[in-house]
């Protein structure tokens, strides 16, 4: 089945410093989303990609649709504490032919640590 | 700003007990979506919902789970016979249509003991 890769798995950074993670897979998707979740709490939308090469920002946060459709990166400039957290890419894959929808698949998280 | 509302927060059953978990979706949306973590873990697709019959289901969806909408606002997860390997965070999701963007909800989190 479809799978996506983040990485990298956790990263500790000092507050001020530039994060760039990725997700990966061996599978095209339509569209990427990456969300951000803190503890006990559920994900937040942060930025959605649609078309292949797309670059859009959110503030801080930039995300780009990578032009293999099988890759999407996301980066944050200028880090804060609380950007600490764990970042997921989620994936709209293929067509599921007998409903018309689609399904979006989870990539395993990247967890964001930063230090004041 | 409209939101994914869910309760209970928190929930703790017994195994073999029935729980049933309830979502309200955003309102213009039609798309509805259940999904699980198990702590640490990443979140996993569980069920689409669509003009009242499910769309997709995944493996982990099997006959002990259910998912209705028996109103025009809610939207329910129901686990017929809990089991220890159930307890997870369980998240709500919705979209404005199949290829937009979901928002979850802020998930509750059940306990089987």
Known sequence: GQQLNQSPQSMFIQEGEDVSMNCTSSSIFNTWLWYKQDPGEGPVLLIALYKAGELTSNGRLTAQFGITRKDSFLNISASIPSDVGIYFCAGQGSLVRTSGTYKYIFGTGTRLKVLA | ?113
């Open chain 2, 1 to 113: 700003e409209p939101e994914v509302t869910q309760t209970p927060s928190h929930q703790v059953t017994q195994m073999g007990q029935e729980v049933i978990l309830r979502c309200v979706p955003i309102s213009n949306h039609l798309y509805f979506y259940w999904y699980r973590q198990i702590l640490g873990q990443k979140v996993e697709f569980l069920v689409s919902f669509y003009n009242n019959e499910i769309s997709e289901k995944s493996e982990i969806f099997d006959d002990q789970f259910s998912v209705e909408r028996p109103d025009g606002s809610n939207f329910t997860l129901k686990i017929r016979s809990t089991k220890l390997e159930d307890s997870a965070m369980y998240f709500c999701a919705s979209s404005a249509g199949t290829v937009y963007e979901q928002y979850f909800g802020p998930g509750t989190r059940l306990t089987v003991t």
